[in-house]
């Protein structure tokens, strides 16, 4: 081992033991294992059957000894984003053997697919192959919704629990990518891997990586043996061999089984396309499986797909900021209160990094999948994504926002963002391809290096030809300095120019730039007027800056009651703002009567759907019993979940309760480490508590000149 190799290896060990000392990652005693029995020996390790404290608890216990202890931490991480699924096995902990790490796991008890077809396909009608399908499916949705490429789906590894199915091991795509080409690994698992890949054997000049679209080839070839119950190619006992690679290289599929219903064999056959471009999206192929067992209009569709959505984890940062960032007083009052004009200015220093929510994603399958057809050009798509982006810019999101809705609506696509990066490359002919172009640079959609000033100068041209949408997004540039050198003048310059040509965002840019003085001097009543303007062309976020200008009384007259009434036209929307804005003014009275009941519960479905700021509002509420009992278990539940994804100031909120042992037991390391992930997000009150705790050796070692310099920030 390298001294770098050593030094990597002590790193992830650090964290490793670190998220078990903090009870991020539950630790099992193995003397505590009884009933060892090996389940499986593969290729990356053993699998035992096992009971805890000789109870009735069964689980599952992993060995990976030929993983590294970075491949075994990558593995945990990827499993935690997924583990909410339920067709995906359960991460429940870690254990220890001889110095080396176990992963303890969900048990299955009906063994890999492979067995269970064996043993009960007889049992099996149609309606419960599709099931499996389904389930199949939605497990490698999940993971392509939290950016995961399994790599290595096979019969082996998709395992079967009460009837159900449950995807394993999908932390390994590195180690599979790695394998080398005359393994037996590979060997094991020829007829489900990308054909693009196998011929990598012939063809090593521009080696293929497996991406998405390989595990479509591999959900295709488990779909066909879900079907027949058979292993593919070769009977159970015979070994897979480089003649079959090279038949598979050739264009050699499975044989439709007698008697398949012709549209589940057509879906797999698409799946199993030589041609990667060719194959469907995951999405797609959930939403056939689905339209062939319910039908394409049931109400059982949509269903599934509320739930699916609920399920989906999104990072979605609230435009509402959290005045005890800002403010000495953690009251609750001051952690609602927004009757500051500091509230304003923040709202439109922070609305450009809003992160990516469900909503957005929702709506891009919606708008999409109404327009695309797998057979288009690639010219159509593009002029399609195009629009849509044109569309919801105008009308719907933030940048940060439209670059997730353009990405999600690709993925949706038969073609990848290097397709369509190197295809605009080449058709630089008109000023939407080339601010198109500019707009990839821009977002990083492509495994080519972000590119602010290629970015930047393409986006120049399209805005010098008068292209609306591109002199938007050039004053953003000059604005942020994207690309260029910061200049507000040019940046007022272009936004004017968008506004000319009709821009309905460009107006919404413009109020900004007026309410906060960005190139011209601060002029409320134009930043009004301007809000009012773009609100009424239907630009959702300009509405809400329209509802704070009402409430706050900024170039116009304070109207309480006309702010209520944009919060509830937005809410009604199931805008996700609606439902915050809402529960601020029933909690302070704003343009109606103080109703903290009504208050909670719309907190409470802001951050049922992941709502971060929601989640540590909740868990405030809770904390002091407001509009809900007093729950201090709750509270720390909803402080929790918000901190888990870095919220600013339930991580400050969770310092205080382990400072002061409310809900927990008091524990003086924790609520220090708790103040130093708020303190580095700029939370001054956690800066300050951070100081003190320094100054007077609260879960640390006296350090003067530490809290010197964290109260002087």
């Known amino acids: 081992m390298t001294e770098t190799t050593e030094k990597d290896s002590n790193t992830y060990i650090d964290w490793l033991e670190e998220a078990i000392s903090e009870n991020y990652i539950k630790y099992y005693d193995y003397a505590e294992f009884t009933n060892k029995e090996e389940i499986s020996n593969g290729s990356f390790g053993k699998v035992f059957r096992v009971n805890r404290k000789d109870s009735d608890t069964v689980m599952a216990l992993k060995y990976p000894f030929n993983l590294t202890i970075k491949e075994i931490v990558n593995e945990i991480k990827m ?32 063994g890999p697919l492979q067995s269970y077809l064996k043993e009960n396909f007889n049992k099996l009608e149609w309606n419960d192959k599709y099931q499996l399908a389904l389930q199949l499916a939605n497990a490698v949705e999940c993971l392509n919704n939290e950016g995961i490429i399994h790599c290595d789906l096979h019969a082996q590894n998709v395992l079967v629990h009460q009837n159900k199915i449950k995807l394993a091991d999908f932390g390994l795509s590195r180690k599979i990518t790695d394998i080398s080409y005359n393994s037996t690994n590979v060997l094991g698992v020829v007829p489900y891997i990308d054909p693009k890949y196998l011929n990598n054997i012939k063809d090593k000049s521009q080696p293929h ?3 998405a679209k390989s595990d479509i080839y591999s959900v295709g070839v488990l779909l066909w043996q879900i079907s027949s119950g058979h292993r593919p190619f070769y009977a159970e006992n015979v070994e897979y061999d480089a003649n079959l690679i090279m038949n598979i290289i050739k264009g050699q599929r499975e044989i439709t089984v007698k008697d398949t219903p012709i549209e589940y064999s057509n879906l797999y056959k698409v ?46 940062q609230s435009i509402i900021p959290n005045l005890a960032c800002m403010l000495s007083n953690n009251s609750i009052e001051y952690m609602m209160s927004n009757n500051s004009e500091l509230y304003l200015s923040k709202l439109i220093l922070n609305h450009l990094n809003n992160e990516v929510n469900s909503d957005i994603l929702k709506l891009a399958e919606k708008l999409f999948l109404e327009i695309f057809n797998i057979t288009d050009d690639m010219n159509i798509l593009i002029d399609n994504l195009i629009e849509l982006l044109i569309k919801t810019q105008e009308e719907e ?56 000033e290629n970015a930047f100068k393409l986006i120049s ?28 003048n040019l940046a007022i310059y272009w936004i004017k120019k968008a506004v000319n040509n009709e821009s309905i965002c460009g107006q919404l840019y413009l109020a900004n730039y007026y309410g906060y003085g960005i190139g011209t001097d601060v002029d409320q009543n134009e930043a009004f007027y301007w809000y009012q303007m773009s609100a009424n062309n239907n630009n959702k976020i300009a509405l809400i800056y329209l509802g704070k200008c009402y409430e706050l009384g900024k170039g116009v007259e304070k109207n309480e009651s006309k702010a209520f009434e944009i919060y509830t036209k937005l809410y009604k929307k199931e805008d996700i703002y609606g439902y915050l804005q809402l529960a601020i003014c029933y909690y302070l009275g704003v343009g109606t009567k103080v109703n903290k009941l009504e208050a909670f519960k719309l907190f409470k479905e802001a951050a049922e759907k992941d709502h971060l ?31 888990e994804k870095g919220e600013i100031v339930a991580l400050y909120n969770l310092g205080q309760c382990y400072r002061l042992g409310i809900g927990v037991e008091k524990d003086e390391i924790k609520a220090l480490k708790y103040y130093e992930r708020s303190a580095e997000k700029g939370h001054l009150d956690a800066q300050l508590q951070l100081g003190y705790c320094y100054d007077k050796g609260i879960g640390a070692e006296v350090n003067k000149s530490k809290a010197f310099e964290l109260y002087n920030k």
């Open 397 to 452: 999101y933030s940048i940060k926002e439209t670059n997730h809705f353009i990405n999600h609506c690709i993925s949706l696509s038969n073609q990848t963002s290097s397709d369509i990066f190197e295809w605009l490359k080449e058709n630089q002919t008109n000023s939407s391809y080339i601010f198109f172009l500019g707009f990839f640079y821009f977002n990083e959609f492509t495994l080519e290096e972000k590119n602010d």
């Open 461 to 488: 041209k399209a805005a010098k030809d008068d292209y609306p949408i591109a002199q938007v997004y050039l004053s953003i540039f000059y604005r942020h300095g994207i690309g260029t050198e910061i200049d507000h």
């Open 209 to 211: 990586k497996l991406n």
């Open 79 to 110: 499993q935690r984003e997924v583990d909410y699924h339920s067709n995906i096995i359960r991460f429940y902990g870690i254990s220890k053997l001889a110095n080396k790490y176990l992963l303890v796991m969900e048990y299955a008890d009906c």
């Open 613 to 643: 700021v929601a989640q540590n509002n909740v868990g405030l509420l809770y904390e002091y019993g407001e509009g809900t009992e007093k729950n201090l278990d709750k509270a720390i539940y909803w402080y929790n979940k918000a901190a």
């Open 271 to 316: 799946c199993w396309e030589d041609d990667p471009t060719k194959r469907p999206t995951i999405h797609q192929v959930v939403k056939f499986l689905k339209q062939i067992i319910f039908g394409e209009n049931n109400d059982e569709i949509n269903s599934l797909e509320n739930k699916t959505e609920l399920l989906q984890e999104n990072h979605s």
